[in-house]
């Protein structure tokens, strides 16, 4: 890949993918958890990151707060900057995922065109993306509300709140389909773990 207008050049690796993924034992990927704000991504997020590095598997998760702390601390909530808060993240996602790490994502992600976006970014890398959609109704997230942020976002406190003031488009065809009104957080980290190896990621 060369840019002549911009006079960037892509670099190859030394390194090779399987080279990789042979030292590591088991492929790299991106996890994407997608649901409303309570669902569970962050509780499923770091089970499941706990058993996978237990099982000698490289795994990291990328949380929505934790990211908007630093490299997208210049955005906010509205829709073209949750689209770019996603272009970004599907980016790094790709970075993780190229580098043999297995890397689950926590955003809410609300816009199926924006998980559709990271999708390609990884496919278009020969790289595995499975959107887990983590679902749970409205009434069973804000009966939870972990953060306090339904009750704000009732009061009118926060503007573009999803699910009340905001869309959440559901996933259409999503690899994983979690209804954590339904399963104990074991079991959907068994669900996902269960389809990595079944795919043979890892
Ligand atoms: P999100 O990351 O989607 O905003 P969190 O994981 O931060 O959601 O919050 C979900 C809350 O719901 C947590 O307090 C968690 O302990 C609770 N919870 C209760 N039952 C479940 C379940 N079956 N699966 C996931 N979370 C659950």
Known sequence: MS???????????GVSREARQSAFGHKGAT???????????????????????????KAYILDGDNIRFGLNKDLGFSASDRTEN???ISEVCRLFADANIVCIACFISPYVADRDQARAIHVESGLDF??????????VAE????????????????????????PYEEPVKP???LDTGDLAVNESVDNIVEYLTLKKII
Not at 3 to 13: A, G, L, P, R
Not at 44 to 57: P, R, S
Request: no cysteine.
């Open 31 to 57: 996890i994407w958890l997608t649901g409303l704000s309570g669902s569970g991504k962050s509780t499923i997020a770091v089970e499941l990151e706990k058993v996978l590095f237990q099982k000698g598997i």
């Open 175 to 177: 690899e994983i389909h």
């Open 3 to 13: 840019s002549n207008d911009k006079n960037i050049t892509w670099h190859h690796s």
């Open 143 to 166: 009966s939870r509300d972990p953060k306090g942020l339904y009750q704000k976002a009732r009061q009118g406190l926060i503007k573009e709140f999803t699910g009340i003031s905001a």
């Open 130 to 139: 499975v959107e887990v959609f983590v679902d749970s109704s409205i009434e």
């Open 86 to 88: 996603i272009r970004r």
